[in-house]
Structures are given as C-alpha cells and as structure tokens.
C-alpha cells in the first residue's frame, strides 16, 4: 500500500512538470511592414464570420504629372510667368505640377501640350494632346496636334494612328491627310505617303506644301517623271521656298535635264545663300556631264546622282 501511494505521487510531479516545461526554444518572429489594408463596410463572411477584406490597388502613377506638397501655390501663374521668361522648360515643371493638383484641367494640359513642344519634350506633348482629344471627342484639330507631336518625337506609328482618327472625325481637313502623309513618307510606307498627299490636293489644290511632299514621296519610290510634274506645280505655288526649287532640281536631273537641274540649284542658293544641300547639289552637277538630245529623242549621258533631297514639310 506504501509503494503504491509513492508511485502515484512520483507520478503526479512528471506530470506537472511536463506543463511547465517549455516545449522548445522560442523564436524571434521578423515582421516585415506592410501597406495599409483598406477595409470595406461588407457584411461579415456567413462561413466564417471572418470580416471581408479588400485590398485596393494603390493609384496609378500618372506620367504626365509631378508630385508636389507646395500648399496654396498658383502654379498656372507661374508657369505662365515662366514661358514670359522664356524659361519653357521651368515653365513646363510647373504646368506638370498643376495637372498634379488639378487632373484632368483643361487649361493646364493645353498649357503642357504647348510647353511640352517647346522645352523639347514632344512626347509629353503628344500624350496632353491626346487627353484632350479624349475630352472633345468631335475635334480633329487636337488630334492633328497629337500627330505632329508624335512626328517630332519621331513615333511615326503614333501618328500615322492620330492622323487617321482627325480623318475619322473630319475627313474634309486636308491637315488631316497631311500629317498623316508625314508621318508615313517619315516611316518609309510610299504608297499610302502618296495616297494621302494626292488626297490633300484633291481637298486643297493649291496646298503647295503637299506638292512637295509628293513630289519628294515620287523620288524615293523613283517615280521621277512624276516628281518633275508635280514639283514643277510646287515651285508655282511656292516660289521663295528654297528647298522646293532644290527638290525640283533633283528631279531635273534624275530625268537628266542637267541644266534645268543647275539652274534650279541657282535659284535655291539665290533664296537661300547658306544652304548646304543645295550648294552640294550644284557643286556635283557642274562637274557631271551635260546630256545631249539623241536622235531619237531620248537622253544620253544621264547621270545617277546621289542627290541631296530636302525633307518632307509642313
């Protein structure tokens, strides 16, 4: 009886024991901060009575915009105040910042939209016109702004797609045509270059500008009978333009018309004494050879020159 009454109380103390012993080292827990959980006014969960949560996704970045925590701050004023100055790129910084507080103004993307072109930021340009075509959906005007400002940044793919939406919008607008005809002889799509200047002509025949572009869009699919007609055309509408007559002279002399060719280059260098290209074009063809009507009407001698042509214009 002795024995069993110490067998159970040696038994009772392992047993507490056991509950106050730790079962293992503790480990330290790192906790790593976490963005503030937003959590919703929904009912509770019926499976769980757990409260549902919902995690927003924090707001986009807008890249048009500059973050600023300036309080009470004009910055319409003073971007104004900075293009007076002729500081457009400070001017710039501040119409950013008012697009910060104010998303969506008008006012201030026109503001970005100008700037933006001129502190030689013309994506920047393109993307406030872009806004605003968003927000005037019967315009085309802003699109063709959009367009060009693609243009300078050199995204002919962007504004091939403005230039068709101005067209969609206002298919009456020879700009429309225009610029998207830029963008294409810009991007190397002769065929849908020429198309849209011709369709420029037909809206506006006495558009000299497009005549150019045509003309040069002939010479680089080396077309150049056409190039001579239709550049010839340019020149009658655009006189003092000197690149037009040195655009004219290439033509001349890919058909090998060599001294219309020179004196084409005369008539560029005359309206325009430092003109590289055109004093370029001149030098060369005083040196080539002067073709001489065959007898059976055809020239001989024709040169193939690598001639210095003047880009597409406005």
Known sequence: ???????????????????????????????????????????MMPDSGTPFVKVEPPAPIDPLALATDAKNVDHVARARQLMQDQDPKGALTEARRALFTSPGDSEVLELIATLGRQAGQPALSA??????????PGDAITCIKQARAFLKAKDFTGAIAAGREAQRRDPGNPEAFQVTGLAQLSGGELSDAITSFKTVIGLQPDHGYAMNNLGLAYL????????VEILEEAVEHLPTVAYVHNNLGVAYERVGRG????????E?????????????????????????????????????PMSHTSGPTP
């Open 259 to 266: 001294e219309d060719a020179k004196h084409a280059y005369q």
């Open 220 to 227: 680089r699919a080396n077309l150049n009978e056409e190039a």
């Open 127 to 136: 993307d406030a016109w872009g806004r605003l075509a968003e927000q005037r």
């Open 1 to 43: 009886m002795k024995k069993q009454i110490v067998a159970s109380l040696a038994a009772a103390l392992a047993f507490a024991a056991c509950e106050d012993a730790p079962s293992k080292k503790p480990t330290a827990v790192v906790v790593t901060p976490q963005p503030p959980v937003i959590v919703s006014k929904a009912p």
């Open 268 to 304: 560029a260098m005359d309206l325009s004494p430092k003109y590289v290209k055109a004093r370029l074009n001149a030098a060369r063809v005083a040196k080539s050879p002067v073709p001489v009507d065959g007898e059976d009407g055809t020239m001989s001698d024709v040169p193939h």
